[in-house]
């Protein structure tokens, strides 16, 4: 029988369109206080970085209606899952989405206000190549936005060991995560984590 934690570092399939689902579904609280922590201007360009099942660009063209949002990832069946998914905001030109690596976007530089990354550095193959990439596309004073349900703090990498090695997830721990922001030029990284539980949320700045 198929193992589901197998799909979530690259959803393929009709057991990945199973666990696209279930992100698109589990993922809103997390996904609404992590957005809750940056401001989205009505007119921006915004990209999100894994964009999965595709439900994390809906609601950022909803708090951007007059500008458009990008969407990028390295599953083709994820792709073409999240344009079903948005498939009238891809009609009325409000949402784009394309297939690539985080490590080598094919999108232009300086061109997005905020980029977001839901639930998936934990996948990037080079977190620091991937931090570049995304610092190249965003424009001057643009926002990077990291939210995760899962940390390193010593414990939690512990507590849930089997979960991290089926799900095949590489966790980092937020000093890290700080370190490797401003080593590529990001500045005044901020932090937050929600009382009594793992999840956490990281706003950087490209100067």
């Given at each position: ?37 940056v ?102 004073s643009g ?11 010593g414990?939690?990498e ?50």
């Amino acid at each position: 029988m198929p193992n589901l934690m197998d799909q979530y570092h690259c959803p393929t399939g009709e057991e990945g369109r199973v666990v696209a689902a279930s992100m698109n579904r589990d993922h809103e609280p997390l996904t609404l206080w992590g957005l809750s922590h940056v401001k989205i201007g009505s007119d921006f360009t915004i990209l999100d970085v894994g964009c999965g099942g595709g439900k994390t660009l809906n609601r950022l063209a909803q708090l951007a209606p007059l500008g458009k949002v990008y969407g990028i990832d390295y599953s083709p069946d994820m792709v073409t899952y999240s344009k079903e998914v948005n498939q009238a905001l891809i009609a009325q030109n409000r949402v784009e989405i394309v297939e690539g690596s985080v490590e080598q976007m094919p999108l232009p530089s300086g061109f997005f206000d905020l980029a977001t990354a839901v639930e998936t550095y934990y996948f990037w193959t080079n977190f620091h190549e991937a931090l570049k990439e995304i610092h190249r596309v965003l424009k001057p004073s643009g926002k990077l936005l990291l939210v995760n349900e899962m940390i390193q703090n010593g414990s939690y990498e512990v507590e849930h060991a089997k979960l991290i090695e089926e799900a095949h997830v590489r966790l980092i721990s937020l000093a890290e995560i700080r370190r490797a922001l401003e080593e590529v030029g990001f500045v005044g990284v901020q932090m937050f984590t929600k009382a009594e539980s793992p999840w956490n949320v990281t706003v950087a700045r490209k100067e």
